[in-house]
């Protein structure tokens, strides 16, 4: 219908809009209340992100996250902050954190502006969840509802992506699904991409959720939440291999060896079960997964840039590579090739030179190193989780090794929050810890995990 010469839309997709205007509505109401519903209902709906891409729905659509994520930012200033900030230091990872964010700030001074707000974007806007936790902690209940959201979403994209093998090529092409873009194959092999837009979000985001809820499910196997997490493991790692994402398969293998070595020596007895799965696949899958084609192609490309870093120390620009490359691309309409490093370190390096690669190593080891102490000093099942985020931070140190993890949605969300979750741990004893929560308890909490 047109009434001069402005147009009404209608249609299917504009239905989908009305509806999703009236839940934001009923979602500002909610989360205005507490802006920690706000971080919990982004963890629960950002694993099916994916699902827009044959969804009838507009491409403004796309934006949701980010809007909710600004939505509960004003939430928790129009709140006001329920920590007090004589009681908490910030934590090492933090403070360098805030130094990373300043490089790339004054880097994106010296580059184009839509690549310097392309580049902030990508890399740094999540940033914001921690300081929304940070205002408005996490209670002990938030936290066993945010576990507990890891798992069932975890089950139900695994399951989805072993599906998804049964499907096959074509019939996600007759989905609406894209050859090269979604739908990919490693030696002749479907990659499983589940409700994600990509196959390496899947697998990391599987990845994550193993460790971060295997340690917690370990610490209180008896309760029924864990039983049926620990029964699901199977799938969850099927649908992990599915993905073929070598990352995903090198971090959960240091993340399980140190949930093993801290605190749950049992798992290495898995060990030896797992040399004989592997050895008994079929000599295809065997193929594809460890290709040494990728890494050769990798190792290539990280040697052809070492003139290049050795010519600009400092960077060659910000948002120069790798995603934010792409998209700026897409923006402008341009054709010129971009590089795709296939590793944070290398892309840290290249574009923010020896300073932003020595702030990104910093943040995450200081990461690493807070989660364990928490683990430490905590009690279960707080100190359970934080081992399992220790694990997941080992994770992303080796996987950012052979992909850029922090430009992967939703794993550079869900990296930000766990790492503001572990602040609102309470560490027990009567000496605060240099990076003390805000809270010192001496008893175990009463919200069962």
């Not at 044959?54 to 928790?76: C, D, F, H, M, R």
């Not at 430009?407 to 572990?422: A, N």
Request: proline share 5%; charged share 10%.
């Amino acid at each position: 219908m047109t009434t001069g010469a402005v147009s009404v839309p209608q249609g299917p997709e504009w239905v989908l809009v009305s509806v999703a205007l009236c839940l934001l509505a009923l979602s500002l109401l909610y989360i205005v209340q507490r802006p920690q519903r706000g971080l919990l209902l982004l963890a629960a709906l950002v694993p099916y992100d994916g699902l827009l891409l044959i969804a009838p729905a507009p491409s403004i659509a796309s934006g949701w996250k980010e809007a909710l994520v600004l939505l509960t930012l004003g939430a928790s200033i129009a709140s006001g902050s329920s920590r007090s900030l004589r009681t908490v230091r910030l934590p090492g990872w933090a403070i360098v954190a805030m130094g990373l964010l300043l490089l790339a700030i004054i880097g994106a001074a010296f580059v184009p502006w839509v690549q310097s707000v392309q580049a902030l974007k990508i890399g740094f806007f999540y940033i914001l969840v921690t300081v929304i936790v940070f205002r408005n902690p996490f209670t002990a209940r938030d936290r066993h509802h945010f576990v507990t959201i890891l798992m069932v979403n975890a089950v139900i994209t695994a399951a989805y992506g072993v599906a998804q093998q049964l499907i096959g090529g074509g019939g996600l092409a007759a989905m609406g699904y894209e050859y090269n873009v979604t739908i990919r194959t490693a030696g002749g092999i479907l990659r499983s991409f589940s409700t994600f837009n990509q196959p390496f979000g899947f697998g990391l985001f599987v990845m994550m959720v193993l460790l971060v809820g295997g340690s917690v499910a370990l610490s209180r196997p008896g309760t029924w939440r864990n039983a049926a997490f620990l029964l699901a493991t199977p799938l969850l790692i099927a649908g992990m291999a599915a993905s073929i994402v070598r990352g995903a398969y090198l971090g959960l293998a240091v993340g399980v060896l140190l949930l093993a070595i801290v605190r749950y020596r049992a798992l290495l007895l898995l060990v030896p079960v797992a040399v004989v799965i592997v050895l008994s696949l079929p000599t295809k899958v065997l193929g594809a997964v460890f290709s040494s084609s990728s890494l050769n192609e990798r190792g290539t490309g990280w040697g052809q840039i070492i003139d290049e870093v050795l010519r600009h120390p400092f960077g060659i620009g910000i948002g120069s590579t790798g995603s934010v490359a792409e998209k700026v691309a897409e923006i402008t309409g341009s054709r010129a090739a971009f590089y795709q490093p296939d590793s944070q370190y290398v892309k840290m390096l290249l574009e923010l030179g020896v300073v932003g690669l020595w702030l990104l190593l910093a943040l995450f080891v200081t990461g690493f190193a807070y989660a364990l102490t928490v683990a430490r000093r905590g009690i279960d099942p707080d100190s359970a989780f934080a081992l399992g985020i220790a694990a997941s931070m080992l994770a992303v140190i080796a996987a950012s090794a052979v992909s850029t993890y922090l430009e992967i949605f939703p794993m550079d969300f869900y990296f930000w929050l766990l790492l503001g979750v572990l602040t609102c741990i309470p560490i027990s004893g009567s000496t605060p810890s240099r990076y003390a929560p805000a809270e010192v308890v001496s008893r175990p909490t009463s919200v069962n995990s």
